[in-house]
């Protein structure tokens, strides 16, 4: 599967964003989807996952409450809605997929995508 990530962008403290994650090909939903971010000069962490039909979900504490992980399976499409955001959001996001639902480790995901930055100032 290859995955394209969009959405990213310059917002205010406490705007929203949505992220977008297009997957190709016609076997989307057979692949545990997730989000994962990096900020300049940290090592990547997890922000969400989802699994194959969307039914569940599962987050980092820093984002629950504030992000949304959703799946449109129809459409192969794999989205995070961002509220509240704050400047330590600030990082390239980037989707990933497995066949097995890894949760949040994000070295077992093997397929990824290659990052929107989202940047939001104070």
């Known amino acids: 599967v290859q995955l394209q990530a969009s959405g990213g962008g310059l917002v205010q403290a406490g705007a929203s964003l949505r992220l977008s994650c297009a997957a190709s090909g016609r076997t989307f939903s057979s692949y545990a989807m997730g989000w994962f971010r990096q900020a300049s000069g940290k090592e990547r962490e997890f922000v969400a996952s989802?699994?194959?039909?969307?039914?569940?979900?599962y987050y980092a504490d820093s984002v629950r409450g504030r992000f949304t992980i959703t799946r449109d399976n129809a459409k192969n499409t794999l989205y995070l809605q961002m509220n509240s955001l704050k400047v330590e959001d600030t990082a390239v996001y980037y989707c990933?997929?497995?066949?097995?639902?890894?949760?949040?480790?994000?070295?077992?995901?093997?397929?990824w995508g290659q990052g929107t930055l989202v940047t939001v100032s104070s």
């Open positions: 990933a997929a497995d066949h097995i639902f890894y949760y949040s480790d994000s070295q077992q995901y093997n397929y």
């Open positions: 989802i699994n194959w039909s969307g039914s569940s979900t």
